[in-house]
């Protein structure tokens, strides 16, 4: 997509939110979908691709945002680049997308959600 004139993947990570996008299964096409959280608060934000107004509409907090959960005391997104970069508490959107997302939510232990991230280009190199 392009973004701020680049060509990038959505994904973009903070250690409140997250946003990325996925395929529309029954329609078709792809949506952007957002997780943050904001006064103990999580709430989620969904819009569909292409948007010309896509920054705008993800990164403003409105009223059309459904709150998952009203009573965690703690949360925090965190991404895992490589084992050299380790783990990072922001992600931009760029040309990768990280290895491993961590979840911390205050009335759970940290659980770990795992993205596969792999290319041709990175397997032949890790291989070598």
């Known amino acids: 997509m392009d973004f701020e004139g680049k060509n990038v993947i959505v994904f973009q990570g903070k250690s409140d939110s997250v946003v990325f996008a996925t395929t529309l299964t029954e329609e078709g096409g792809f949506r952007w979908i957002r997780?943050?959280?904001k006064d103990?608060?999580?709430?989620?934000?969904?819009g569909v691709l292409p948007d010309k107004k896509f920054e705008e509409k993800f990164?403003?907090?409105s009223e059309d945002e459904e709150i998952i959960d009203?009573?965690?005391?703690?949360?925090?997104?965190?991404?895992?680049?490589s084992d050299k970069e380790g783990w990072k508490d922001s992600w931009d959107f760029g040309e990768k997308i990280p290895k491993?997302?961590?979840?911390?939510?205050?009335?759970?232990h940290p659980f770990l959600i795992t993205i596969p991230l792999s290319s041709k280009e990175e397997s032949e190199t890790e291989g070598s």
């Not at 103990?40 to 969904?46: A, R, S």
């Not at 009203?70 to 680049?81: G, L, N, T, V």
């Not at 491993?100 to 759970?108: D, E, L, N, T, W």
């Open 35 to 37: 997780y943050s959280f």
């Open 40 to 46: 103990g608060k999580l709430l989620f934000k969904e």
């Open 100 to 108: 491993s997302i961590r979840v911390k939510v205050g009335y759970f």
């Open 70 to 81: 009203r009573d965690i005391s703690e949360f925090k997104f965190e991404y895992f680049a």
């Open 59 to 61: 990164e403003e907090s």
